[in-house]
């Protein structure tokens, strides 16, 4: 018999995904008839819009069928120009933007282009749990700036600064963040860009792709609007996937010097070229249209988060930091459990429920649990919560 091909160091290295280990026990269970409930999912419970649908649609039947430029369709990188200009603040070019297959590629895209073996990654944690992984396939290694419950997850400066090493190249930042769901203020994002103005040689690096995903009375700043000064070395990341439930279209884009912009561009027409050609028209008119149907889901999250706030508020034991975005909430267990893998591989097989252990965010205290569910599944969740921890 043939021996398996010996695979890469990086592939070696890669870690598979806890979140996709407890989905597919979640999957296997209820295939066997199990009463499985599901707080776990990372995206929408809407479909996408239909105006955006019909758009594709459309597209298609007009033969929009063919390879298109490698950095994205010219009037969707012109949209998401003067979009990026008028909405976020942020003074852009249509060469200043690349079309990406969803953030993921262009998180990926850009650690490729501006990441050097050995480089370091400023990571605050928690953290999604992509960008670790990321990070290391661009040959560099993460540094992390802890932050937990008991300080609200907020971003500590002087921690961050004291990291900063020669070989820091890479700050990200993530708000809404996810899996905290914790929203950065002006003041904060201000400070952060003197420290970044202090510090020539780092890049900043902001995921924005919870952006209209607000708790009521929170406001979205683009950390690359906040200071002219450090603007040039400012990246934005963000894509259609959570704000118009477009998760599966697999659009995103990456935004910034255009320099690096054309290097992004060269690297993806060598993987994987242009995101797919009808699926952009859609992207297309869901910029150019209105952003009612945005809010509508917006309201609809904000509901049902601040149903999941009081129920998890009201389970003794439970710390939370209430999410002020996104969709998710992200409680700290009681202190006498250490370990959330367990947890939550004990939680789906005594109590089929399946939630998100916060190892795979870099805190092993605490839970992730969605809110882009029904009221139903989050009380029936929340039921079997507390049973749960009731065993422990
Ligand atoms: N950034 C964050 C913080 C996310 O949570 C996700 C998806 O879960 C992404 C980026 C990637 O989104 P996309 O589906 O557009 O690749």
């Not at 018999?1 to 290295?13: F, K, Y």
């Not at 990654?121 to 992509?130: E, G, Q």
């Not at 998710?328 to 939680?347: G, H, K, N, V, W």
């Amino acid at each position: 018999m043939l021996s398996p091909p010996e695979l890469s160091h990086r592939a070696i290295a890669l870690k598979p995904s806890l979140t996709l280990e407890i989905s597919a026990k979640a999957k296997a269970l209820q295939a066997e008839g199990r009463d499985i409930c599901s707080l776990s999912a990372g995206e929408p419970d809407f479909n996408t819009p239909d105006f955006i649908v019909e758009a594709a649609r459309e597209a298609l039947s007009q033969g929009i069928t063919r390879y298109g430029p490698a950095a994205g369709d010219p009037e969707l990188r012109a949209a998401l120009a003067d979009k990026l200009s008028q909405e976020n603040g942020i003074a852009t070019n249509p060469e200043q933007v690349l079309i990406c297959n969803g953030g993921k590629q262009a998180i990926y895209n850009l650690f490729q282009v501006v990441l050097n073996p050995g480089d370091e990654v400023l990571l605050p944690s928690p953290y999604w749990l992509s960008y670790p992984e990321m990070a290391a396939l661009a040959g560099a290694t993460t540094v992390l700036i802890p932050s937990s419950a008991s300080d609200g997850f907020r971003l500590d400066l002087d921690a961050l600064e004291a990291r900063i090493t020669p070989k820091s190249r890479l700050l990200v930042i993530n708000s809404p963040g996810n899996p905290t769901g914790c929203v950065m203020q002006r003041q904060e994002l201000e400070a952060l860009a003197e420290l970044v103005a202090r510090h020539p040689n780092l890049l900043v690096m902001s995921d924005e792709i919870y952006e209209y995903l607000l708790a009521e009375g929170e406001q979205h700043i683009s950390f690359a609007s906040v200071s002219e000064g450090i603007k040039d070395r400012c990246f934005t990341v963000n894509g259609f996937a959570k704000g118009w439930a477009m998760t599966g279209w697999r659009l995103g884009y990456l935004a910034g010097n255009a320099t690096v912009i054309k290097a992004a561009s060269a690297l993806q027409s060598q993987s994987t070229s242009n995101v797919c050609s009808f699926a952009q028209k859609g992207a297309l008119a869901a910029i150019r249209g209105s952003r009612d149907c945005v809010t509508d889901m917006a309201c609809s999250y904000n509901l049902r988060r601040n149903f999941l706030i009081e129920g998890l508020q009201s389970i003794p034991g439970i710390t939370l930091i209430p999410p002020k975005g996104a969709f998710y909430a992200f409680p700290q267990l009681p202190e006498r459990i250490t370990d959330s893998m367990d947890f939550c591989r004990r939680a789906l097989e005594d109590e089929g429920l399946a939630v998100v252990p916060g190892v795979a965010f870099g805190d092993d205290h605490c839970i992730r649990l969605s809110c882009a569910v029904s009221h139903e599944t989050i009380t029936n969740g929340l039921e079997r919560l507390q049973r749960m921890l009731s065993k422990f």
